[in-house]
Protein backbone atom coordinates (compact mmCIF):
# COMPACT_ATOMS: atom_id res chain seq x y z
CA UNK A 1 0.00 0.00 0.00
CA UNK A 2 1.25 3.89 -0.80
CA UNK A 3 2.47 5.76 1.72
CA UNK A 4 -0.74 8.13 1.13
CA UNK A 5 -3.17 5.95 3.44
CA UNK A 6 -2.24 5.76 6.92
CA UNK A 7 -3.56 2.50 7.84
CA UNK A 8 -1.79 -0.71 7.80
CA UNK A 9 -3.99 -3.63 6.43
CA UNK A 10 -3.82 -7.04 8.53
CA UNK A 11 -6.28 -8.99 6.00
CA UNK A 12 -4.02 -10.98 3.80
CA UNK A 13 -1.23 -13.60 4.84
CA UNK A 14 1.96 -14.46 2.99
CA UNK A 15 0.19 -17.05 0.72
CA UNK A 16 -2.09 -14.16 -0.63
CA UNK A 17 0.76 -11.84 -1.31
CA UNK A 18 2.31 -14.55 -2.98
CA UNK A 19 -0.84 -14.73 -5.01
CA UNK A 20 -0.42 -10.69 -5.81
CA UNK A 21 3.05 -11.21 -6.85
CA UNK A 22 1.88 -14.24 -9.47
CA UNK A 23 -1.64 -12.29 -10.68
CA UNK A 24 0.64 -8.84 -11.04
CA UNK A 25 3.03 -10.99 -13.42
CA UNK A 26 0.29 -11.99 -15.02
CA UNK A 27 -0.90 -8.70 -15.65
CA UNK A 28 2.77 -7.61 -16.90
CA UNK A 29 3.07 -9.95 -19.55
CA UNK A 30 -0.55 -10.78 -20.81
CA UNK A 31 -2.53 -7.30 -20.29
CA UNK A 32 -0.20 -4.79 -20.15
CA UNK A 33 0.87 -4.68 -23.32
CA UNK A 34 -2.03 -4.97 -25.13
CA UNK A 35 -4.81 -2.83 -23.29
CA UNK A 36 -4.69 0.15 -24.99
CA UNK A 37 -5.10 -1.75 -28.19
CA UNK A 38 -7.88 -3.40 -26.52
CA UNK A 39 -9.31 0.25 -25.46
CA UNK A 40 -9.16 0.91 -29.29
CA UNK A 41 -11.32 -1.73 -30.09
CA UNK A 42 -13.58 -1.64 -26.99
CA UNK A 43 -13.08 -4.80 -26.15
CA UNK A 44 -10.24 -7.33 -24.62
CA UNK A 45 -9.21 -10.18 -26.97
CA UNK A 46 -10.81 -13.64 -26.15
CA UNK A 47 -7.20 -15.36 -25.40
CA UNK A 48 -6.31 -13.18 -22.42
CA UNK A 49 -9.41 -15.20 -20.44
CA UNK A 50 -7.85 -18.46 -21.54
CA UNK A 51 -4.24 -17.67 -20.25
CA UNK A 52 -5.92 -16.43 -16.83
CA UNK A 53 -7.62 -20.10 -16.88
CA UNK A 54 -4.42 -21.64 -17.37
CA UNK A 55 -3.05 -19.98 -14.91
CA UNK A 56 -5.27 -20.63 -12.28
CA UNK A 57 -7.15 -16.57 -11.81
CA UNK A 58 -10.85 -17.85 -12.70
CA UNK A 59 -13.04 -20.14 -10.61
CA UNK A 60 -10.77 -19.65 -8.03
CA UNK A 61 -14.00 -20.62 -5.71
CA UNK A 62 -15.52 -23.32 -7.59
CA UNK A 63 -14.14 -27.05 -6.50
CA UNK A 64 -11.93 -29.09 -7.69
CA UNK A 65 -13.77 -31.67 -8.93
CA UNK A 66 -15.32 -29.26 -11.77
CA UNK A 67 -11.55 -28.26 -12.42
CA UNK A 68 -11.50 -25.07 -9.78
CA UNK A 69 -8.99 -23.87 -7.79
CA UNK A 70 -11.34 -25.03 -4.76
CA UNK A 71 -10.81 -22.23 -2.46
CA UNK A 72 -13.28 -19.71 -1.45
CA UNK A 73 -11.48 -17.28 0.26
CA UNK A 74 -12.94 -14.06 -1.04
CA UNK A 75 -9.36 -12.67 -0.63
CA UNK A 76 -8.18 -13.60 -3.43
CA UNK A 77 -10.87 -12.52 -5.36
CA UNK A 78 -9.85 -9.30 -3.57
CA UNK A 79 -6.46 -9.26 -4.93
CA UNK A 80 -7.76 -9.51 -8.08
CA UNK A 81 -9.87 -6.37 -8.51
CA UNK A 82 -7.29 -4.34 -6.44
CA UNK A 83 -4.56 -5.24 -9.16
CA UNK A 84 -6.72 -5.04 -12.21
CA UNK A 85 -7.77 -1.37 -10.81
CA UNK A 86 -4.75 -0.07 -9.78
CA UNK A 87 -3.28 -1.49 -12.71
CA UNK A 88 -5.68 0.27 -14.88
CA UNK A 89 -6.61 -2.39 -16.57
CA UNK A 90 -10.70 -1.60 -17.01
CA UNK A 91 -10.92 -3.93 -19.88
CA UNK A 92 -10.87 -6.96 -17.73
CA UNK A 93 -13.93 -8.39 -16.77
CA UNK A 94 -12.59 -11.00 -14.40
CA UNK A 95 -14.47 -9.91 -11.36
CA UNK A 96 -17.49 -9.88 -13.06
CA UNK A 97 -17.06 -13.50 -13.48
CA UNK A 98 -15.30 -14.64 -10.44
CA UNK A 99 -17.48 -12.24 -8.17
CA UNK A 100 -20.81 -11.69 -9.59
CA UNK A 101 -22.07 -14.63 -11.59
CA UNK A 102 -19.56 -17.24 -9.98
CA UNK A 103 -21.72 -17.09 -6.76
CA UNK A 104 -25.31 -17.89 -8.49
CA UNK A 105 -23.79 -21.09 -10.41
CA UNK A 106 -22.17 -22.36 -7.36
CA UNK A 107 -24.99 -21.82 -4.71
CA UNK A 108 -28.27 -22.46 -7.54
CA UNK A 109 -26.78 -24.68 -9.75
CA UNK A 110 -27.87 -28.54 -9.49
CA UNK A 111 -25.65 -30.81 -9.96
CA UNK A 112 -26.11 -31.25 -13.84
CA UNK A 113 -25.89 -28.11 -14.00
CA UNK A 114 -22.49 -27.89 -12.75
CA UNK A 115 -20.99 -30.27 -14.50
CA UNK A 116 -21.97 -28.71 -18.21
CA UNK A 117 -21.00 -24.95 -17.07
CA UNK A 118 -18.05 -25.00 -14.38
CA UNK A 119 -15.37 -26.61 -16.17
CA UNK A 120 -15.13 -24.63 -18.85
CA UNK A 121 -16.20 -21.14 -16.54
CA UNK A 122 -12.99 -21.81 -14.99
CA UNK A 123 -10.73 -22.43 -18.17
CA UNK A 124 -12.31 -19.25 -19.53
CA UNK A 125 -13.79 -21.07 -22.52
CA UNK A 126 -17.09 -20.09 -20.83
CA UNK A 127 -17.41 -16.29 -20.68
CA UNK A 128 -20.20 -15.18 -18.47
CA UNK A 129 -22.41 -12.39 -17.72
CA UNK A 130 -25.79 -11.29 -15.56
CA UNK A 131 -28.39 -9.36 -17.57
CA UNK A 132 -30.69 -7.49 -15.11
CA UNK A 133 -30.97 -4.47 -16.06
CA UNK A 134 -34.05 -3.12 -18.93
CA UNK A 135 -34.19 0.18 -21.07
CA UNK A 136 -36.64 2.09 -18.88
CA UNK A 137 -35.94 0.53 -15.90
CA UNK A 138 -32.72 1.32 -14.41
CA UNK A 139 -32.40 0.11 -10.83
CA UNK A 140 -35.96 -0.74 -10.69
CA UNK A 141 -35.37 -4.40 -10.35
CA UNK A 142 -38.88 -5.09 -9.60
CA UNK A 143 -39.62 -2.91 -12.93
CA UNK A 144 -38.40 -5.54 -15.53
CA UNK A 145 -40.53 -6.51 -18.06
CA UNK A 146 -38.49 -9.44 -19.72
CA UNK A 147 -40.93 -12.15 -19.93
CA UNK A 148 -40.45 -15.76 -19.63
CA UNK A 149 -43.33 -18.24 -20.43
CA UNK A 150 -43.63 -21.73 -19.72
CA UNK A 151 -44.01 -24.00 -23.01
CA UNK A 152 -43.41 -27.52 -21.91
CA UNK A 153 -40.04 -28.60 -21.57
CA UNK A 154 -39.03 -24.79 -22.67
CA UNK A 155 -39.76 -21.21 -21.67
CA UNK A 156 -40.17 -19.10 -24.36
CA UNK A 157 -38.06 -15.76 -23.46
CA UNK A 158 -38.56 -12.07 -24.81
CA UNK A 159 -37.21 -9.01 -23.88
CA UNK A 160 -34.30 -7.14 -24.03
CA UNK A 161 -31.58 -5.91 -21.70
CA UNK A 162 -29.10 -3.20 -21.94
CA UNK A 163 -25.37 -2.37 -19.76
CA UNK A 164 -24.45 -5.88 -19.56
CA UNK A 165 -20.77 -6.24 -18.95
CA UNK A 166 -19.48 -8.66 -21.08
CA UNK A 167 -22.46 -9.01 -23.11
CA UNK A 168 -20.41 -9.23 -26.32
CA UNK A 169 -18.14 -11.97 -25.30
CA UNK A 170 -20.58 -13.77 -23.13
CA UNK A 171 -21.22 -17.35 -23.50
CA UNK A 172 -23.67 -18.01 -20.69
CA UNK A 173 -25.96 -14.96 -19.49
CA UNK A 174 -27.90 -15.21 -16.25
CA UNK A 175 -31.05 -13.58 -17.21
CA UNK A 176 -33.51 -12.19 -14.62
CA UNK A 177 -37.14 -12.76 -16.21
CA UNK A 178 -40.75 -12.35 -15.16
CA UNK A 179 -42.21 -15.89 -14.78
CA UNK A 180 -45.18 -14.54 -13.53
CA UNK A 181 -46.54 -11.27 -13.18
CA UNK A 182 -49.04 -11.83 -11.03
CA UNK A 183 -47.11 -12.47 -8.21
CA UNK A 184 -45.06 -9.30 -7.77
CA UNK A 185 -41.56 -9.58 -6.60
CA UNK A 186 -41.88 -13.72 -6.00
CA UNK A 187 -42.57 -13.55 -10.12
CA UNK A 188 -39.13 -13.50 -10.97
CA UNK A 189 -36.68 -16.49 -12.21
CA UNK A 190 -33.34 -16.75 -13.45
CA UNK A 191 -32.69 -18.34 -16.77
CA UNK A 192 -29.39 -19.30 -17.98
CA UNK A 193 -29.64 -18.52 -21.52
CA UNK A 194 -26.36 -19.64 -23.86
CA UNK A 195 -24.76 -18.89 -26.75
CA UNK A 196 -26.35 -20.26 -30.13
CA UNK A 197 -29.79 -20.43 -29.12
CA UNK A 198 -32.12 -19.13 -31.45
CA UNK A 199 -33.35 -15.58 -31.29
CA UNK A 200 -30.70 -14.74 -29.03
CA UNK A 201 -28.71 -11.36 -30.49
CA UNK A 202 -26.49 -8.75 -28.93
CA UNK A 203 -27.19 -5.52 -30.15
CA UNK A 204 -24.66 -2.66 -30.10
CA UNK A 205 -21.66 -2.30 -28.24
CA UNK A 206 -22.06 0.58 -26.46
CA UNK A 207 -20.14 3.42 -27.00
CA UNK A 208 -18.99 4.53 -23.11
CA UNK A 209 -17.29 7.93 -21.78
CA UNK A 210 -15.11 5.46 -19.87
CA UNK A 211 -13.50 1.98 -19.52
CA UNK A 212 -12.96 1.49 -22.84
CA UNK A 213 -11.58 -1.88 -23.40
CA UNK A 214 -14.64 -2.94 -21.13
CA UNK A 215 -17.01 -5.13 -23.50
CA UNK A 216 -20.36 -3.20 -22.78
CA UNK A 217 -23.73 -4.16 -24.97
CA UNK A 218 -27.51 -4.80 -25.58
CA UNK A 219 -28.97 -7.92 -25.42
CA UNK A 220 -32.29 -9.05 -26.94
CA UNK A 221 -33.94 -12.00 -26.54
CA UNK A 222 -36.69 -12.80 -29.03
CA UNK A 223 -38.79 -16.11 -28.93
CA UNK A 224 -35.72 -17.85 -26.88
CA UNK A 225 -36.52 -21.54 -26.62
CA UNK A 226 -35.02 -22.31 -23.05
CA UNK A 227 -34.92 -25.52 -21.78
CA UNK A 228 -36.26 -26.09 -18.09
CA UNK A 229 -32.94 -27.47 -17.44
CA UNK A 230 -31.65 -23.84 -17.63
CA UNK A 231 -33.33 -22.54 -15.06
CA UNK A 232 -31.01 -21.63 -12.21
CA UNK A 233 -32.63 -22.73 -8.60
CA UNK A 234 -36.47 -22.25 -7.84
CA UNK A 235 -38.97 -20.71 -10.40
CA UNK A 236 -40.55 -17.54 -8.17
CA UNK A 237 -37.18 -16.83 -6.33
CA UNK A 238 -35.05 -14.93 -8.54
CA UNK A 239 -35.46 -11.53 -6.90
CA UNK A 240 -34.67 -12.99 -3.32
CA UNK A 241 -31.29 -14.89 -5.03
CA UNK A 242 -30.66 -11.11 -6.29
CA UNK A 243 -30.86 -9.55 -2.95
CA UNK A 244 -28.70 -12.13 -1.46
CA UNK A 245 -26.24 -12.02 -3.71
CA UNK A 246 -25.32 -8.40 -4.60
CA UNK A 247 -23.65 -7.40 -1.36
CA UNK A 248 -20.64 -9.54 -2.91
CA UNK A 249 -21.04 -7.40 -5.97
CA UNK A 250 -21.25 -4.26 -3.66
CA UNK A 251 -18.72 -4.91 -1.81
CA UNK A 252 -16.20 -5.99 -5.04
CA UNK A 253 -17.21 -2.54 -6.44
CA UNK A 254 -16.18 -0.55 -2.89
CA UNK A 255 -13.11 -2.95 -3.31
CA UNK A 256 -12.37 -1.07 -6.82
CA UNK A 257 -13.34 2.06 -5.65
CA UNK A 258 -10.70 2.20 -2.32
CA UNK A 259 -7.67 1.09 -4.68
CA UNK A 260 -8.12 3.40 -7.71
CA UNK A 261 -8.57 5.79 -4.75
CA UNK A 262 -5.26 4.92 -3.53
CA UNK A 263 -3.49 4.60 -6.75
CA UNK A 264 -4.32 8.07 -7.73
CA UNK A 265 -3.25 9.84 -5.43
CA UNK A 266 0.20 8.02 -4.95
CA UNK A 267 0.31 9.32 -8.69
CA UNK A 268 -0.61 12.86 -7.68
CA UNK A 269 1.55 12.89 -5.26
CA UNK A 270 4.30 12.18 -7.57
CA UNK A 271 3.45 14.43 -9.75
CA UNK A 272 3.13 17.68 -7.62
CA UNK A 273 6.99 16.89 -6.30
CA UNK A 274 7.49 16.54 -10.00
CA UNK A 275 5.85 18.91 -11.92
CA UNK A 276 7.33 22.81 -10.96
CA UNK A 277 5.09 26.38 -10.91
CA UNK A 278 6.84 29.80 -10.57
CA UNK A 279 10.16 27.77 -9.91
CA UNK A 280 8.71 25.72 -7.09
CA UNK A 281 7.56 21.97 -7.25
CA UNK A 282 3.33 22.53 -7.19
CA UNK A 283 3.75 20.50 -4.08
CA UNK A 284 5.16 22.74 -1.99
CA UNK A 285 2.35 25.36 -2.28
CA UNK A 286 0.13 25.28 1.10
CA UNK A 287 -2.90 24.55 -1.32
CA UNK A 288 -1.56 21.83 -2.78
CA UNK A 289 -0.53 20.45 0.59
CA UNK A 290 -3.72 20.72 2.41
CA UNK A 291 -5.87 19.14 -0.66
CA UNK A 292 -3.51 16.38 -0.60
CA UNK A 293 -4.00 16.00 3.33
CA UNK A 294 -7.83 15.79 2.93
CA UNK A 295 -7.31 13.73 0.19
CA UNK A 296 -5.11 11.15 2.03
CA UNK A 297 -7.57 11.52 4.84
CA UNK A 298 -10.12 10.31 2.54
CA UNK A 299 -8.97 7.49 0.94
CA UNK A 300 -7.60 6.09 4.75
CA UNK A 301 -11.11 6.05 6.15
CA UNK A 302 -12.56 4.62 2.78
CA UNK A 303 -9.43 1.93 3.42
CA UNK A 304 -10.67 0.82 6.65
CA UNK A 305 -14.43 0.77 6.52
CA UNK A 306 -13.87 -1.21 3.24
CA UNK A 307 -11.47 -3.43 4.98
CA UNK A 308 -13.65 -3.88 8.12
CA UNK A 309 -16.80 -4.37 5.47
CA UNK A 310 -14.83 -7.17 3.77
CA UNK A 311 -13.54 -8.55 6.70
CA UNK A 312 -17.13 -9.13 7.73
CA UNK A 313 -17.89 -10.26 3.64
CA UNK A 314 -15.23 -13.20 5.06
CA UNK A 315 -17.00 -13.90 8.59
CA UNK A 316 -20.49 -14.05 6.02
CA UNK A 317 -21.91 -10.96 8.36
CA UNK A 318 -21.94 -8.44 5.75
CA UNK A 319 -25.51 -6.58 6.10
CA UNK A 320 -27.44 -5.77 2.93
CA UNK A 321 -27.31 -2.16 4.33
CA UNK A 322 -23.62 -2.21 5.20
CA UNK A 323 -22.91 -3.29 1.81
CA UNK A 324 -25.22 -0.61 0.19
CA UNK A 325 -22.62 1.98 3.04
CA UNK A 326 -19.52 0.33 1.80
CA UNK A 327 -20.89 0.84 -2.04
CA UNK A 328 -22.45 4.69 -1.98
CA UNK A 329 -19.59 5.92 0.09
CA UNK A 330 -16.52 4.58 -1.52
CA UNK A 331 -17.96 5.17 -4.80
CA UNK A 332 -18.66 8.90 -4.37
CA UNK A 333 -15.52 9.52 -2.48
CA UNK A 334 -14.12 7.89 -5.43
CA UNK A 335 -14.70 10.07 -7.69
CA UNK A 336 -14.44 13.30 -5.62
CA UNK A 337 -10.75 12.25 -5.05
CA UNK A 338 -9.91 12.23 -8.74
CA UNK A 339 -11.77 15.05 -9.68
CA UNK A 340 -9.12 16.71 -7.16
CA UNK A 341 -6.28 15.12 -8.16
CA UNK A 342 -7.32 16.27 -11.85
CA UNK A 343 -7.18 19.94 -11.05
CA UNK A 344 -3.70 19.42 -9.27
CA UNK A 345 -2.49 18.17 -12.93
CA UNK A 346 -4.22 21.43 -14.58
CA UNK A 347 -4.68 20.81 -18.44
CA UNK A 348 -2.10 17.69 -18.61
CA UNK A 349 -5.07 16.36 -16.27
CA UNK A 350 -7.46 16.62 -19.59
CA UNK A 351 -5.63 14.97 -21.70
CA UNK A 352 -6.04 10.90 -22.00
CA UNK A 353 -2.33 9.88 -22.01
CA UNK A 354 -2.20 10.96 -18.70
CA UNK A 355 -3.91 8.59 -16.32
CA UNK A 356 -5.56 10.31 -14.31
CA UNK A 357 -7.92 11.96 -17.18
CA UNK A 358 -8.51 8.31 -17.80
CA UNK A 359 -8.91 7.24 -14.14
CA UNK A 360 -11.45 10.19 -14.27
CA UNK A 361 -13.51 9.26 -16.80
CA UNK A 362 -13.33 5.58 -15.92
CA UNK A 363 -14.44 5.99 -12.10
CA UNK A 364 -17.90 7.98 -13.34
CA UNK A 365 -19.63 5.07 -13.53
CA UNK A 366 -18.97 3.83 -10.31
CA UNK A 367 -21.49 5.27 -8.43
CA UNK A 368 -24.31 4.39 -11.01
CA UNK A 369 -23.66 0.58 -11.80
CA UNK A 370 -24.49 -2.38 -8.64
CA UNK A 371 -26.96 -0.27 -7.60
CA UNK A 372 -27.02 3.74 -8.02
CA UNK A 373 -25.74 5.89 -5.04
CA UNK A 374 -29.62 6.52 -4.60
CA UNK A 375 -30.34 3.42 -4.74
CA UNK A 376 -27.49 2.48 -1.97
CA UNK A 377 -29.13 5.26 -0.08
CA UNK A 378 -32.75 4.00 0.42
CA UNK A 379 -31.55 0.54 1.15
CA UNK A 380 -29.98 2.11 4.24
CA UNK A 381 -32.67 4.65 4.95
CA UNK A 382 -35.64 2.07 5.06
CA UNK A 383 -33.30 -0.11 7.22
CA UNK A 384 -33.37 3.40 10.05
CA UNK A 385 -37.65 3.20 10.01
CA UNK A 386 -38.01 6.32 8.31
Not at 104 to 118: I, S, T
Not at 233 to 243: A, K
Not at 287 to 293: I, P, V
Not at 335 to 346: A, E, K, T
Request: hydrophobic share 40%; aromatic share 10%; with cysteine.
Amino acid sequence: MGSAVKFQRTLFESEHELFRESYRAFLDRHVAPHHEEWEQAKIVDRGVWLEAGKQGFLGMAVPEEYGGGGNPDFRYNTIITEETTRGRYSGIGFSLHNDVTAPYLLRLANEEQKQRWLPKFCTGELITAIAMTEPGTGSDLQGIKTRAVRDGDHYILNGAKTFITNGIHADLVIVVAQTDPDKGAQGFSLLVVERGMAGFERGRHLDKIGMDAQDTAELSFTDVRVPVENLLGEEGMGFIYLVQNLPQERISIAIMAAAAMEQVLEDTITYTKERKAFGKPIGSFQNSRFLLAELATEATVVRMMVDEFLRLHLDEKLTVEQAAMAKWYSTEKQVHLIDRCLQLYGGYGYMREYPVARAFLDSRVQTIYGGTTEIMKEIIGRSLGV
